[in-house]
């Protein structure tokens, strides 16, 4: 069965550090990779994803992901958070035996000004 | 696009009620998904319908909650009786295929 994994379950950090989110998951066939962000009260937002090409892969508000497919990971990274980026972060997987998804628990990122 | 579309966004009501989520998919997404969250257990899927057909409802968690989908742009959750232990945010989400999902605002349940 297919697995998402995040090591990191709550992060604290100073605003202008980089940032780094573990996120490991278990499949053998192709897969769509994504990484979602829930600001507090809010909904599941799209922050990247990945299908294929350039496993390095940017998205919204300075984040990026790389695919390294050997290591089955999609960590996700940003040179230097703000404040803003306060938030719970998901990694999840699509493959293509079916169109369900399976997330990870989340990170709780917290950002001090 | 409005985007995914739930009503109501917050329910309270009195263990034992019947409660009824509604979701309005994007136009065109042929995947809904049903998800629930809380702070004990995070993000849960309950349920995900592909083409109106209910494919992986594992996620369940009793014969108290019961999904449809009678067409492309609709579907609901009922959850029948209700317990205090259903309160959580309850999240749906459609997607094209294999691509991304997109959520909408949930529904904030409080049971009593």
């Known amino acids: 069965a297919q697995s998402v994994s995040q090591h990191n379950h709550h992060v604290i950090l100073s605003e202008a550090a980089s940032l780094e989110l573990g996120c490991n998951y278990s499949?053998?066939?192709?897969?769509?990779l994504f990484w979602y962000v829930q600001y507090p009260g809010q909904h599941l937002q799209l922050l990247l994803k990945?299908?294929?090409?350039?496993?390095l892969v940017k998205g919204i508000k300075g984040f990026e992901a790389e695919f390294i497919k050997s290591k089955f990971s999609f960590n996700l990274r940003k040179p230097s958070v703000q404040w803003s980026d306060t938030a719970e972060y998901f990694c999840?997987?699509?493959?293509?035996?079916?169109?369900?998804?399976?997330f990870g628990t989340g990170t709780s990122l917290t950002v001090i000004p | 696009d409005a985007g995914v579309i739930q009503s109501p966004r917050h329910e309270v009501t009195e263990m034992g009620q019947e409660v009824t989520l509604r979701c309005k998919p994007i136009?065109?997404?042929?995947?809904l998904f049903w998800y629930r969250q809380t702070m004990m257990r995070g993000l849960e899927l309950l349920i995900y319908?592909?083409?109106?057909?209910?494919?992986?409802d594992s996620g369940m968690p009793e014969d108290r909650f019961s999904a449809k989908m009678p067409n492309a742009s609709f579907s609901t959750l009922k959850i029948q009786p209700s317990e205090p232990r259903d309160s959580a945010v309850y999240f749906c989400?459609?997607?094209?295929?294999?691509?991304?999902?997109?959520f909408g605002p949930g529904t904030r349940l409080t049971v009593t």
């Open positions: 999840a997987v699509n493959g293509y035996t079916g169109n369900q998804f399976y």
């Open positions: 989400a459609s997607s094209r295929d294999v691509g991304e999902q997109y």
């Open positions: 499949y053998g066939g192709t897969v769509n």
């Open positions: 319908f592909n083409n109106n057909v209910p494919i992986d």
């Open positions: 990945y299908f294929s090409g350039d496993p």
């Open positions: 136009s065109g997404h042929n995947s």
